[in-house]
């Protein structure tokens, strides 16, 4: 809340303006590099999100977006679908072997599996009750 303008931040629409970068309010929807979010979320710009690799079983949290594995017999342990509802993890392997996940998800056919192929990714997101496979692979 700007103290001279009340709501109205610098830059018009009510915001506040950081270093000269947008960050808005409006109608419950967030912009940022806009003072007109059109959604939930209004990203005008880039966006960086955690990737890192590893060559031994990990555990995934919510500091975890994508993960590169780059030793084979490897598990990922994913925490439980119900705790952290629409949460999305890319794990990639691109060892030359095949890897696990600690937990069954839902693959874009239908039927439980666990596992993570060499030379491939696989998109999981949880909705609140599974992990689902959210990517096609070819």
């Known amino acids: 809340r700007d103290r001279d303008n009340g709501d109205r931040g610098e830059t018009g629409p009510p915001g506040v303006d950081i270093a000269s970068e947008n960050l808005s309010f409006s109608n419950g929807n967030v912009g940022i590099g806009t003072s007109d979010p ?5 990203l005008a710009g880039s966006i960086a999100l955690p990737i890192r690799r ?3 079983n990990t555990t995934l949290d919510e500091n975890d977006y994508t993960i590169i594995m780059t030793n084979k017999n490897l598990t990922i342990n ?4 119900s705790d952290c509802p629409g949460r999305i993890y890319i794990l990639k392997n691109i060892s030359k072997g095949n890897n ?7 693959c874009n056919k239908g039927f439980l599996q ?12 949880s909705d609140g ?7 096609i692979q070819h």
Do not use: G, R
């Open 78 to 81: 994913l925490p439980n679908a």
């Open 114 to 125: 666990n596992s993570l192929n060499k030379n491939k990714a696989v998109w999981l997101q």
């Open 38 to 42: 059109s959604s939930t979320l209004h």
């Open 129 to 135: 009750v599974d992990w689902q496979q959210i990517n």
């Open 100 to 106: 696990t996940t600690n937990i069954d998800y839902i």
């Open 54 to 56: 590893t060559t031994s």
